[in-house]
DNA sequence: CTGAAAGCGCTTACAG
DNA sequence: CTGAAAGCGCTTACAG
C-alpha cells in the first residue's frame, strides 16, 4: 500500500463514534478512560474502535493539551557504559509511565548541546534530563527557565535553580581513602582524566579533603589520557611523581580498566606491587581480574530517580528545586593489599 | 512563570506574520526556506522570528504533512555495550538529518516489543529501527507492513520482506577458525550463550560450516550463562566434553570478557594454555590482557547504515526490501598461540 | 451522559 | 510573490 492510501485511510476518532453511534466528544471520553461514560456505552466504543483498527494520534491530542509526552534525555557520551546504564534507569522509569524518550548525545560539546535542546523544544518534549556538557554555562539554566522547560540536571550540576540528581562524590572518596588508609596505605594517588565539569571538581576536592583529614599528601594527581585506549600506554604518568604511590584511585570505570591493563603490562600485580581502587563500578567490573575493589555510584538507580523527578516537576513547575545526591557503596573485592 | 502563562504566551507563526506585515502563507514558506519568498521579505520575517521568540511546533505541522520526523529504535539491551554502540551509530545518523529518535529497550521481551511498537506508532514515528527481541514471530513483518510502518531490522531478521542490514557472520566465523587452523589448532570450541534468534543461528552454523571445510570437529559447543557475572565461573564446561579444547571461539564481547576472567581464576594463561577468540570487538576490548584478538564487527556502522536504509525508506515506501551485510574483519592480537 | 462548536499551530492549494 | 480559507485529529467547555 502505497503512502498516499495509507494517508487517505486514517481512520479517526470522529469515524470511530459514528460506527458506534456516539459523539465525538462521548468516544474521546471512553479513549482517557472517563468516568462519565457509562459502560455499555464504553464496550460498544471500544469494539468501534477495534472493528475499525483505530490509532491514538497523540500529536493530535497534543496540539489541544500542551503535553506531548515526550521527554529528552540528553548525555556527553553514549559509548561509555556508565552512561549507557544511566540511559537505560531513564528508559525504564519514563517507560512505566507511558511516555517515550528522545535521546540524544551532546559528545561533551556546548554547541551541539544548544542544538539538541532546541531541536527537542521544537518538538515539544515536556522536559528534559540532562547531563550536561563540560563548559556548559551556569546560565544555560536561565534560558531554559524563560523557555518554560522543565529540567533535572543529572550527575553534573551547573546550576542551584534547577533540580538535581546526584552522587556524593565526597563521600566515595572518603570510603576510598578511609579503606586504604586501614590497609596501611599512605601515598595515595587520584588518577583523573576527561574534562573538567563539577563532578570532576567534587571528585578531586573529595580526594583531598579526604586525604587531608589523615593528614596524608593530597596532590598526587596524575592526570590521563581521555580516550580509554591511550590509558594502558600511560600508566608510566603513575610513578613519574616525586613521591611514588602505593595506591591509586581512579577517577571512573574507564580510568580503573585501562590502568589494570596498564599495569599488567608493566608485569605489575595489581593488589601486591600496587592498590587499586575503581570508580562507578559498572556491570563488567565484575569481569576484571583480580577483581577490582571500587566505590558503586548505582547509575541506574540515578537514572530511574532523575526520570522520576523530572514528572514531578512536570506536574508541579512551581516547586522550588531540589538535590538528591546518593550515597555510594564501597565493594571491596581483591585489587587492594598492603602496601609493598 | 507559571505553565499557565507560558501557554498563553506561545507565539505562533500568525504573531510573527503580522509583525512583518506578510501572510503567514509567506511567513511558513520562509520557515521551510522556500525560494518563492523574496530576500528583503524573508529578512523581515527572520528577524520577526528572533523579536518575537518564535518557536517552530513540528507537532502542529506534523498534523498537516503527516511526517513527525520522529524515528524509533528498539534494542533487546542497553546496557550491552554493543548495542549502546549500535544506538550512537543511529543517533549520530538520524541526528545529522535532523530528526530525532525516540529510543526505547524491549529488554528481550516479545510483548514488551509489541506494546513498544504500538506506542511509537501513536507518536507517529515515521519508522523504526528494530533489533528484534529473540522470539519475535516472523508474521510480525506483516502486522508492520499492514501499519504503513517503515522498518528496518538491524543484527538480527524475522523476515525477507523488511530490510536488513547486518553482519556476514558466517564470514567472521570462518575468518577465526581458518587463523586458528593456521596455528595448528583442530580441536575448537564455540562458546555460545543468550537466547536464540538469527544472529545465533548463523553464528553457530557459521562456525560448523568452517569446521566442516577444515574436516575438524564441528560439535564442540560451550553453552553458558546469559549473564556476564555467571560466566566466569562457567569456565570449567570448556573442558567438560569429551574433547578437550585447544582455541574456543567467543560468542560475543561479553563471553570474550567472562572467559577471560574465568581462564585467569583457574590459573590457565590465555595464549599459552588455551587460545581465545572475541566476536564484536567493542572499544574496550583494547583494555583486557592479554590484548583479545577479536573478529570485529563495526556496530556503529551498522547502526549508521541501517538510519540511512530508514530514512531512504521512508522516502521510497515502495522499494524492494534491501540487505546489507557487512564483512567482518578480524584483528589479531595477542590471546592466541600455537596448540599447547 | 451526549452533541455541536471552537480552537490548538501549522501547510497547502487556490486565486490574485 | 501574497492573502484568505480549509483542514490535519484531537480536547474542552458549554448546553442540553
Redesign the pocket.
Known amino acids: 500500500m502505497s503512502s498516499q492510501e495509507r494517508?487517505k485511510s486514517?481512520v479517526?476518532?470522529?469515524d470511530v463514534?459514528r460506527h458506534a453511534?456516539?459523539?465525538?466528544?462521548?468516544a474521546?471520553?471512553v479513549?482517557?478512560k472517563s468516568?462519565?461514560?457509562?459502560?455499555e456505552?464504553r464496550a460498544r466504543v471500544e469494539q468501534a474502535m477495534r472493528d475499525l483498527g483505530?490509532?491514538?494520534?497523540i500529536g493530535?491530542?497534543r496540539?489541544?493539551?500542551e503535553r506531548s509526552q515526550i521527554i529528552g534525555a540528553i548525555v556527553p557520551n553514549l559509548t561509555n557504559p556508565f552512561f549507557a546504564e544511566l540511559l537505560s534507569g531513564i528508559e525504564e522509569a519514563i517507560g512505566a509511565t507511558g511516555k517515550v524518550v528522545i535521546l540524544a548525545n551532546s559528545g561533551e560539546r556546548v554547541e551541539r548541546q544548544s542544538m539538541l535542546l532546541q531541536r527537542m523544544r521544537e518538538h515539544g518534549v515536556d522536559g528534559v534530563v540532562l547531563c550536561p556538557a563540560a563548559g556548559t554555562e551556569p546560565d544555560l539554566s536561565e534560558q531554559l527557565a524563560a523557555w518554560g522547560m522543565p529540567v533535572v540536571q543529572v550527575l553534573r550540576h551547573i546550576s542551584v535553580d534547577m533540580d538535581y540528581v546526584g552522587v556524593d562524590y565526597a563521600g566515595g572518596m572518603r570510603q576510598a581513602v578511609d579503606y586504604l588508609a586501614s590497609l596501611g596505605h599512605e601515598k595515595i594517588a587520584f588518577a583523573v582524566h576527561g574534562p573538567f565539569h563539577s563532578a570532576y571538581r567534587e571528585r578531586v576536592d573529595g580526594f583531598r579533603d579526604a586525604m587531608l583529614a589523615k593528614a596524608f599528601d593530597p596532590e598526587i594527581l596524575i592526570h590521563l589520557p581521555a580516550q580509554l585506549g591511550e590509558i594502558a600506554d600511560s600508566t608510566h604518568l603513575l610513578f613519574a611523581k616525586a613521591t611514588q604511590p602505593t595506591a591509586v584511585i581512579c577517577f571512573n570505570h574507564l580510568v580503573a580498566l585501562g590502568l589494570a591493563a596498564g599495569l599488567h603490562d608493566c608485569g605489575l600485580t595489581i593488589g601486591r606491587d600496587l592498590s587499586l581502587i575503581g570508580f562507578d563500578d559498572v556491570a563488567d567490573a565484575e569481569a576484571i581480574r583480580p577483581r577490582l575493589t571500587s566505590v558503586s555510584t548505582g547509575p541506574t538507580a540515578i537514572g530511574e530517580m532523575a526520570a522520576r523527578l523530572l514528572v514531578e516537576r512536570i506536574a508541579n513547575p512551581d516547586l522550588p528545586p531540589r538535590r538528591v545526591v546518593n550515597d555510594t557503596t564501597l565493594s571491596v573485592r581483591q585489587s587492594c593489599g598492603r602496601p609493598a
Open positions: 494517508k486514517r479517526t476518532l470522529l463514534a453511534s456516539v459523539s465525538r466528544a462521548t474521546s471520553l479513549l482517557r468516568p462519565l461514560v457509562g459502560s456505552t483505530y490509532v491514538y494520534n493530535a491530542a496540539l489541544r493539551v
